[in-house]
């Protein structure tokens, strides 16, 4: 189960569907497609077959409509239970597959734009970068809350001619330990 959720994390579709079935509680095809029309239809339901094989949708609802059938779709399983265990276990070696996991997605994602024939480095305003700060706990906690803050007012933007689909990652990690 935690290689199919990985799989939709480190997708970046499957991600924006499961992220807002997510915080909706629940969705259909329909709204899903109402809220990313830059997503082909095809792709989409190839997307919510495919995790609802792996389990990690149910179906909740089937609605008749004209002929077909309807379904909304909700989450399988606890999402954060998943990384609940994780912390609760305080599994480093578990916790390094979840990173690895995430940091491949995040390289093939960006791996595929260097590749693009049309990259615009400038233009697309796309980076890195890693900032050492030397933080208190109430600091980092101040600063991620206010990165979630920040995301999460934009997330449900829709897609317009302006605005492009990116991704940012946030990695809160130790330093090296300097002093030794």
């Known amino acids: 189960m935690t290689d199919k959720l990985m799989d939709c994390i480190t997708n970046p579709v499957k991600c924006k569907l ?4 997510h915080s909706q509680g629940k969705a259909t095809a329909k709204q899903l497609a109402g809220i990313y029309n ?3 239809q095809a792709t989409l339901y190839r997307h919510l077959k495919k995790m609802l094989s792996d389990g990690i949708l149910q179906v909740v609802e089937e609605t008749k409509v004209r002929g077909t059938v309807e379904k909304t779709y909700s989450l399988a399983h606890n999402i954060n239970s998943n990384m609940e265990t994780m ?4 599994s480093g070696e578990l916790y390094m597959q979840y990173f690895i996991q995430y940091f491949i997605g995040f390289a093939k994602q960006f791996q595929e734009y260097c590749h693009a024939p049309n990259i615009n480095i400038k233009k697309d ?5 890693l900032s050492p700060l030397y933080l208190s706990d109430e600091e980092l906690i101040s600063l991620v809350t206010n990165i979630s803050q920040i995301i999460g007012a934009l997330k449900n933007n829709e897609p317009t001619s302006e605005r492009k689909l990116r991704t940012i990652g946030v990695i809160v990690s130790p330093a090296e330990n300097t002093d030794k």
């Open 87 to 90: 912390v609760e276990k305080n």
């Open 18 to 21: 499961l992220l807002e079935i």
């Open 38 to 40: 830059d997503i082909p």
């Open 125 to 129: 305003m796309t980076g890195f970068s």
